[in-house]
Every structure is written in structure tokens, then in C-alpha cells.
């Protein structure tokens, strides 16, 4: 009898340990899968003309051939500003040497925010690379460009920013939105920016 029963023990953790392996085997499988599923098509970016921080125009066609990361920040913001550039300031390091990526931060208080005042802010990041752009101009245009183009922010107020980044490919479409507060998001975002890349011709 308590053979029996020894042998019915080993037999059912026998099965639960190939189950457990078969389930591991198949959640890899589908992990491997899901990574090299096509990122999806949310949107594309409209024609604009901006300002960079060296004072040169700045449109919509420099992002062709460009994977691209934007953010939308102002300077004398005290609190999500500072963090989400710390934050892409760390993924922009990573990439600022491959010719195919850029990064843009947009800035909704452009009353303030001229030229010069955004190119001492990049500075005081250690930002004088000129792949990473900062951007100014008209308000109206850029409260249309975040919210309709980029479809972020606020429909009312250009200073009630968005605090995602927004990643999109070499041909002017946002392939991804990430909330720069959530560690999973920042995440599948850097593992994004190098799909989108190897992507890239």
C-alpha cells in the first residue's frame, strides 16, 4: 500500500514538473514571438517649422530617415521636466552615435523659452550634441503640433504637457508613447528604439 502511494506521489510531481517546464517553454516561446511583431502605426507627424536652439529652422522632413524620440518640457519647469531629461539624456547616450536616431524636446512655454535660454539648458545637461535638438516658436503651431500631431498634452492649456515620450520611425510615424514615470515603459522603450533601428534602411 504505501508503495502504491510513493508511487502515485513521484507520478504527479513528475507531471507537475513537466507542466511547469512545458508552460516555461511556451511562455518563451511566445516572448520570442512577440518581439519580433511589428510595432504599431499610431499616427502621422504633420508638417511643421520650428527653431532649434542654434537658432536654425527645424521641420517635419528632418525627421525623414530618422528614428526619432520627442518629448515636450519647458525650462523653468521645477519637477517632470528635469526628471524626464535625466531620463533621456541615459537613452540618448546609448544611441548618439548612430546616424539613424535623434532626439527632439519641444518646449510649451515658448514666450519664454527662446534659443538661447534652450541652448543653455541643454548645456547645463552636457547636451551640445546636435542630434539632440531643442525647439521653439510660434505658440499657437506648437500647441497644434502636440495635440494634434503628436496627440499629447492638453486641448486648452500648451503647458499642461505631456510626461511621454514619443518615438517615431524613419518615415514621420509614432510607432510608441511612454510614460517617462513608468519603469516597464522605459523599459520596452529602449528596447523599441533598437527594433526600430534594425529596421531602418
Partial sequence: MRDKFRFVVILLVFLLGTLALARQILVGRDQDTSEKIALPILGGIPKFELIDQYSDSFSADNLKGKVTLTDFIFTTCPSVCPMMTQKKLKVFRRHQNNSKFQSLSITVNPAY????RLKTYAESYGIEDKKWLFLTGDEKKIHRLAWEGFK???KTELVNHSPYFILSD????IRGYYNSDDQYAMKKLKKEIIQLLNETD
Fill in 113 to 116: 523659452d527662446s534659443p538661447e
Fill in 152 to 154: 499629447v498634452g492638453s
Fill in 170 to 173: 524613419s518615415q514621420q510615424r
